[in-house]
């Protein structure tokens, strides 16, 4: 693990902290492998409920360190970068960030890839590809017009302006702003919620609302499949029992 990213975990859920404040939290190489390392881990895990990514200081990270990004001496998609938007796709484990200040480029597009996104209301938000020379990354070409229409998304990634945190709530990019000082403890309620819920469950849930679109029908038969699984494991059997013995 680097020591520019933290781990600790607590209650069941994996913190990761971005810890270079000092460069607003901009992203290494070595730091995309110590997150890629660190999610891969709790994906293994089934203790772990959810995982919250922040970042420390002013930033919750100003996108890649652009001195280190081109120092990869050959970039194709097993670099780093890469190694971590695999991860983040394919992640199994609830995934929420909490966004304080900037969240340039890959601040952003990280985003399109949380289930739970909560902001501080001095959060920056920033996709400037276009204006580096680059195209979008993180699938944020596909995942975007999906989250917020087409001109919406054009607009984001054609004229890369910076937007605030309100205009994040209306793009639909976050689930709630609150005043700076309520960050941690709103992701510390979140974390608790989801740590209480059934592992297995939410894990399972995550995997059907990240589906790709099909037939109602379709997605019934696959819903009911693995709703009869869950109905057998001890977790919702056991949830069921404590419900029900609450109500009495």
Not at 92 to 108: C, E, F, K
Request: proline share 4%; net charge negative; with cysteine.
């Amino acid at each position: 693990m680097s020591n520019l990213v933290k781990e600790e975990v607590r209650h069941n859920v994996l913190w990761l902290t971005l810890a270079r404040a000092d460069k607003k939290n901009a992203l290494t190489q070595d730091m995309y492998t110590a997150l890629s390392s660190a999610l891969q881990a709790a994906d293994r895990d089934e203790k772990i409920a959810a995982v919250v990514i922040t970042g420390e200081g002013d930033s919750f990270t100003a996108g890649n360190d652009l001195n280190d990004f081109l120092a990869i001496e050959d970039l194709d998609d097993s670099a780093p970068p890469f190694e971590f938007l695999y991860t983040l796709s394919r992640l199994s484990v609830p995934l929420v960030a909490g966004v304080n200040g900037l969240a340039i480029g890959i601040g952003t597009t990280i985003l399109l890839h949380c289930d739970l996104v909560y902001a501080s209301s001095d959060a920056v938000f920033a996709l400037p590809f276009i204006n580096l020379g680059l195209v979008p990354e993180a699938a944020s070409s596909l995942l975007l017009p999906q989250q917020c229409g087409h001109l919406k998304a054009s607009e984001l990634l054609l004229l890369g302006d910076s937007f605030d945190a309100q205009e994040a709530l209306q793009y639909g990019l976050v689930n709630k702003v609150v005043a700076p000082q309520e960050l941690s403890e709103t992701l510390e309620q979140v974390a608790a919620s989801l740590a209480s819920k059934p592992h297995g469950g939410l894990r399972a849930a995550k995997k059907l609302i990240k589906q790709p679109a099909e037939p109602v029908a379709d997605r019934i038969e696959r819903e009911a499949k693995i709703f009869a699984r869950a109905l057998s494991s001890d977790a919702a059997r056991q949830a069921i029992k404590d419900r029900l013995t609450k109500k009495k």
